[in-house]
């Protein structure tokens, strides 16, 4: 083999290979999933990119996947410069292959039939083995969790530097440009619900492989992807690598239905257009300016990307109030010197964009770090462009247009976040947050500090943020008096709201991929789990709680087992427990509070969280009680060794053998230290 070319193939995927009838009939298998649920009479593309950038096209009909699956072997085997072979996921009609004179477009596509998640994760170094072993476990127990469980049909591949998920949909077709969009923005919430599904799952070692590995901008109708059992040809670093993509996964179910999610997408599409930051007012970029953008853009120009990044800088160049001819110029300049030969698709993205589109949305495009440094780098421009403004409105918002979900908190303050200092105070050696906010009506900035970023009331914080902004704008982000006019539940729903999205715009400006809850119940959690490890014999399960006599009930808690009624879905446990963490101030208070948090504990406390337990002569207890699969899964996720899983039958043996030879049970004494007042 040339000395450029890199082999990553084991002896195993090179046998593979070799055997064309087993490589045509694992294609065959795949198309045949691909295009289950499409029209027998369908059409799809097979497209074929070479590593000098050409590109070589053929369709086939959906019934014809073995004539296509014999001619994706023999290009593949016949010809080295071919970088991947792909196909469209979604379908079109005879009629549209009769005209089609190359790729197919996103309007000749008539039945969405299939929704991809493109999990690209080695980009800049070739993968080892483990690291593709551990990164598929946490895919695949992301797939199987969010679809797998509802009985939705999936399939999930590898291209040998990234996986792939396709999930079956009910065939869709778009008539309208709002129906392509509301499906843009629903992809983007699937895709980044996955991300974090597989953050959840995924060996803390290689989390910063997964984070942001989620393409959100492959919804567009023609999307094309790899096929699977075919050689996926990557350069890195001047080499480049070959590694045989495969399937992993068919698993049939019953197609994801979008229809409902598409109208509710829609209406919110119309109900709430993109608010505009600037008004275009003729002020124009420095050079120095668009240098500084040019060469942020430039680190996120990647191929397979670059389309969908033009299209979502445009887009957010348009609602900053940025001169097209300056839009222009910087896609152009970043497209010349990172060697793109398809510039003219990238102006044609940018002139639809500011020209033709009714709907300019950015967010499906960006990711969050790179929204908020071209903010930084545009500070001084929104000076300008905004100088002279006056604030007209007493606040940004009002507490009605959160509770209805028309105005996102953490979205309003991560797109005004123009620069985040750390720092820290020598002399007491805390560390502080400064975040520089530029208000859109007068341009004004201001440095602002994060208080109470120390506390678990992340509410508090938010507050003396509002207090702030009016002292320095002159602007409430919430008026406080809407606040105020709230009725007690409505106002308990917004407590938890703001706290949440503090909570997430502080994990925000801190960088911090971790859940910032996790580390203000780190002394909690590691005390809760290190009595489950240490201290809890088993976990007896039975079918529901009214099986047991109370007493046999009470006595299994009491012996350090945790009770796991199956058909509740509860795990009952001792308040003894509690016990075992008393030297950790307020343990059982804030043990509640984090279990809530993980969507453990259900309750506003633990006397909502528990239940009496009726021993007879007036003499009763409690027992606690949390949502089993989430304390499981919740185990998992921290690596906590779970106690054994034991049968009923197994303990009643033990408890029969202690009781006394005159038939009283040595119960009543052990409880004493069970019941609670």
């Known amino acids: 083999m040339n000395g450029k070319y890199v082999s990553l193939l084991s002896e195993e995927d090179s046998m593979i290979i070799e055997s064309k009838n087993i490589v045509v009939k694992k294609i065959k298998e795949f198309l045949d999933f691909l295009y289950s649920n499409a029209d027998e009479k369908d059409w799809f593309e097979i497209r074929i990119l070479k590593l000098n950038g050409g590109t070589e096209n053929d369709y086939y009909r959906v019934d014809d996947t073995e004539a296509a699956a014999e001619t994706i072997y023999n290009r593949m085997i016949s010809d080295h410069s071919i970088r991947g072979i792909y196909v469209t996921i979604n379908t079109t009609v005879p009629d ?331 002399n007491k050696g805390n560390v502080v947050f400064k975040v520089t906010f530029t208000e859109e009506n007068t341009g004004q900035q201001v440095q602002l500090v994060l208080k109470n970023t120390t506390k678990m009331d992340k509410t508090k914080m938010f507050y003396a943020l509002n207090e702030d902004f009016m002292a320095h704008f002159g602007i409430y982000i919430v008026n406080p008096l809407s606040i105020k006019s709230l009725d007690r539940d409505s106002r308990m729903t917004l407590t938890k709201y703001l706290a949440q999205s503090m909570l997430d715009y502080y994990a925000f400006v801190t960088r911090n991929a971790r859940e910032v809850i996790s580390e203000e119940f780190e002394e909690i959690k590691s005390a809760f789990f290190d009595i489950i490890e240490e201290d809890i014999k088993g976990i007896v399960r039975i079918n529901e709680r009214s099986e047991l006599k109370p007493k046999t009930f009470a006595e299994i808690l009491n012996r350090d087992y945790f009770v796991y009624a199956e058909i509740e879905n509860r795990i009952y446990f001792s308040p003894s427990i509690m016990e075992y963490g008393s030297d950790i101030k307020g343990f059982a208070r804030n043990l509640h509070k984090f279990l809530k948090k993980k969507r453990v504990a259900s309750g506003k406390n633990w006397r909502e969280d528990r239940t009496s337990i009726s021993l007879g002569n007036r003499k009763h207890a409690y027992a606690y009680f949390v949502t089993a699969d989430k304390f499981f899964e919740l185990l998992e996720n921290e690596d906590v060794t779970r106690p054994p899983l034991l049968e009923i039958d197994e303990i009643l043996p033990e408890i029969n053998e202690d009781r006394n030879v005159d038939g009283i049970s040595d119960i009543e004494s052990e409880l004493d230290s069970f019941e609670e007042v």
Request: no cysteine; net charge positive.
């Open 96 to 426: 549209t292959i009769k005209h089609v004179k190359k790729a197919l477009k996103d309007n000749d596509i008539v039945h969405v039939i299939n929704f991809p998640i493109d999990l690209d994760v080695f980009h800049e170094h070739p993968p080892t083995r483990e690291e593709i072993e551990l990164i598929r476990a946490a895919v695949e127990k992301s797939a199987e969790e969010l679809y797998g469980r509802r009985g939705i049909a999936y399939s999930i591949t590898t291209s040998g530097f990234g996986f792939h998920v396709f999930i079956k949909l009910k065939p869709v077709q778009f008539k309208t440009l709002e129906e392509k969009t509301a499906y843009r923005e629903i992809g983007r919430k699937l895709a980044e619900e996955f991300q974090k599904e597989v953050i959840k799952h995924v060996d803390k070692r290689f989390i910063n492989y997964v984070r942001n590995s989620v393409d959100k901008g492959v919804y567009n109708l023609s999307r094309i992807m790899r096929v699977p059992w075919t050689i996926n040809r990557r350069e890195i670093a001047g080499k480049i690598y070959e590694n045989l993509a495969k399937t992993l996964i068919l698993k049939n179910g019953t197609p994801l239905d979008l229809s409902s999610e598409i109208e509710k997408e829609i209406m919110s599409i119309t109900r709430a257009t993109e608010k505009l930051l600037i008004s275009k007012n003729g002020v124009r970029l420095t050079p120095d300016e668009k240098n500084k953008i040019v060469n942020i853009i430039k680190s996120y120009w990647k191929p397979g990307t670059r389309h969908n990044l033009a299209l979502g800088l445009a887009a957010l160049f348009f609602w900053r109030g940025i001169e097209f001819e300056d839009a222009l110029e910087i896609i152009q300049t970043v497209a010349q010197e990172t060697g793109d030969n398809e510039t003219a698709d990238r102006e044609t993205a940018v002139r639809d964009t500011y020209f033709n589109a009714q709907y300019r949305n950015y967010k499906s495009y960006l990711t969050d770090k790179l929204i908020f440094e071209l903010n930084s780098a545009l500070k001084d421009f929104y000076r300008r462009a905004l100088r002279g403004k006056a604030t007209q409105n007493i606040a940004i918002t009002d507490a009605m247009e959160i509770l209805s979900g028309k105005f996102s908190l953490v979205e309003y303050l991560k797109e005004h976040t123009t620069d985040i200092v750390k720092e820290v105070i020598e």
